[in-house]
């Protein structure tokens, strides 16, 4: 009876210890993030999400590189694309895994490329990931930009 007990106190435990939350740190104030791509046509549900990259072409992704972000622990991110720079807000839940990015500020206009990722940190809404890769989708989730971590 005992064991029957003590199995079941282990049992419980185990669950109340289990936490589904995101650690919000560990993901986004990890550094600076890189862009790998923009992609759609993808499935945000499947544990490979389908997505199909959006640019291909080496020109395109000579200036993709040149895009990144850095997530900062007060709430603030800031981040350069080709011939400037940006800041604004963040917040992100670790419960639903959504994110706001709001008072998006640049020091230059952006065009092209540029202009597709200020415009699309704008309206994102959901993330997946974690310290090695992260993916910002706007609500419909059918895109998402790709990040990784800074390497050079």
């Not at 003590?6 to 600076?32: A, K, Q």
């Not at 993330?127 to 790709?146: H, T």
Request: proline share 2%.
């Amino acid at each position: 009876m005992l064991k029957h007990v003590l199995l079941f106190v282990l049992i419980m435990v185990s669950f109340v210890s289990c936490n589904n939350e995101d650690n919000i740190d560990e993901i986004f104030v990890s550094g600076v993030w890189k862009v790998v791509n923009f992609y759609g046509a993808n499935d945000w549900g499947s544990l490979n999400d389908g997505g199909r990259p959006v640019f291909i072409a080496e020109a395109d992704l000579k200036v993709i590189k040149q895009l990144s972000m850095t997530f900062h622990d007060d709430g603030s991110l800031q981040g350069t694309f080709v011939g400037g720079s940006f800041a604004g807000k963040w917040s992100a839940n670790g419960k639903d895994r959504t994110i706001c990015i709001s008072n998006i500020t640049t020091n230059n206009t952006p065009s092209g490329i540029s202009l597709t990722f200020i415009n699309s940190l704008k309206v994102v809404a959901h993330y997946k990931g974690d310290s090695n890769y992260l993916k910002l989708a706007p609500e419909d989730r059918n895109s998402y930009i790709q990040f990784t971590h800074r390497t050079d």
